[in-house]
Each structure stands twice: as structure tokens, then as C-alpha cells.
């Protein structure tokens, strides 16, 4: 009866899950054994080809909140980010890495992104930036290097440090006509931390995660309209 009971409670431990929309925005959170998941779905369309809409996301160095001048490590005080980005201090592209180890069957590595955060606390990690083009589709993710081999992939690393175990971001990009395209984004991270696994935090989870997939889709559109202008 105790394995059975057990079990019972491992099962439904790893199938529970909590399903919330906020906006546009698609949420979900469940268990992987001691291990917490959220994601988040959202999509947009934009009166624009397909490649600014590619620019429009790759652009993660001016991205930030200049508020948090002061908490920069690697960014120039005076340098100044053109679109918001709440928690962020500074984002810097990193084109020198080991490849090799971060490649997959489908996606290929193009860069690294370091990220400085700050939120209640000064955390950083790197990401890696992948893609894949066919004739009328897109992928760019963004996902966090494990720091067990970020050794390997970089000579000299800065500290990291996250509440997060995984992360992982991903835009597919549909070209819907010569100047229309639609983005999917669907974010996940993974969590093992004591207080953001707890049932409370869940809703400020949610709304942080609903918050920050929205703004990310709307930079989009800044960017474009910003380099439209420019023409």
C-alpha cells in the first residue's frame, strides 16, 4: 500500500498542471520530478519582411534598463540601450567561442549573449544564440549555457549565477507574404530554487513571465518601425 501511495503521488507530482492566459499570453506550469517548469506561448504579427523581424530580435545589445547604469560591468555608463527592458543591466554578443559543443542536430550556434540581470539580486548567465532558415520560415533561439561546461565553451567566463536551471527561448518566424510575418514565441524555464517552486510565487511567475514575452514581442515592433524610418 506505501508503494502504491508513493507512486501515486510521484505520478500525479510529474502530470499536474497549471494553465493560466494573461493577455495574449498562454501559461503553464508543472512538476519534473523536484524540478519546476513554466512556459509561455504567445505570437504576433508584423507589417514587415522577414528578415527585420529577424533584426528586430537579434538586436539583444540594445536591449536593457538604463536605469541600472550603475550595476554595468562590460556596457559603457553613457552608453544608452534603445528599447526596455525591465530587469536587464546589459546584454553583450560574444562572437569567439567553441562552437562544437554547444552544436545540435537542428539548430547551429551563431553567438553567445552574456546577460547581467538584476532582480531583487545581481545574477548573470550566457546564452547561446541558434538558428535555421528555410525559404519561408525562421528559428532563433536564445538559451542559457550550462555553467558545468561554460568553461569549455569560453578561456576566460565571467561569474554566473541564476535562480534558473534552464532556459530557453524560441521565435519561429513565418513569412506570410513579402511584408507580412508572423512570430511564435514560446519561452520555458526550469527551476529547482526552495522559494520559486513554492505555490505562492506561481502567480508572480505568471505575470513576470506574461510581462516580459510581451515586451519582447513589442521591441519587435519598435525595431521595425525604427528601421523603417531609416530607409
Keep these: 500500500m506505501k508503494i502504491f501511495v508513493l507512486f501515486t503521488m510521484i505520478s500525479f507530482n510529474c502530470f499536474a498542471q497549471t494553465k493560466r492566459t494573461i493577455g495574449d499570453v498562454r501559461l503553464s506550469s508543472y512538476w519534473e520530478g523536484e524540478t519546476k517548469v513554466f512556459t509561455a506561448e504567445v505570437e504576433m504579427t508584423y507589417e514587415a519582411d522577414l528578415e527585420s523581424v529577424a533584426k528586430g530580435i537579434e538586436n539583444f545589445d540594445e536591449k536593457c534598463n538604463n536605469e541600472y547604469r550603475s550595476k554595468r560591468k ?3 555608463w553613457e552608453d544608452k540601450c ?3 527592458n525591465k530587469n536587464l543591466v546589459e546584454a553583450v554578443k560574444i562572437q569567439e567561442f567553441n562552437k562544437d559543443i554547444l552544436k545540435t542536430d537542428d539548430l547551429t550556434p551563431s553567438y553567445l549573449v552574456w546577460r547581467n540581470v538584476y532582480n531583487r539580486g545581481s545574477f548573470a548567465h550566457y546564452d547561446v544564440i541558434k538558428k535555421k532558415t528555410s525559404d519561408n ?3 532563433i ?3 542559457m549555457v550550462n555553467p558545468k561546461i561554460i568553461n569549455k565553451v569560453l578561456k576566460d567566463p565571467t561569474r554566473v549565477s541564476s535562480a534558473f536551471d534552464f532556459i530557453k527561448g524560441t521565435y519561429r518566424l513565418i513569412k506570410l507574404s513579402d511584408k507580412k510575418t508572423k512570430v511564435e514565441y514560446r519561452y520555458e524555464s526550469k527551476t529547482s530554487h526552495w522559494f520559486l517552486v513554492r505555490d505562492f510565487v506561481e502567480e508572480n511567475v505568471f505575470e513576470n513571465m506574461s510581462a516580459g514575452t510581451t515586451q519582447a514581442l513589442k521591441t519587435i515592433t ?3 518601425e525604427r528601421n523603417s524610418r531609416s530607409l
Design 74 to 76: 562590460m556596457m559603457k
Design 82 to 84: 534603445l528599447y526596455f
Design 137 to 139: 520560415e525562421m528559428i
Design 141 to 143: 533561439s536564445h538559451e
Design 222 to 224: 519598435k525595431a521595425v
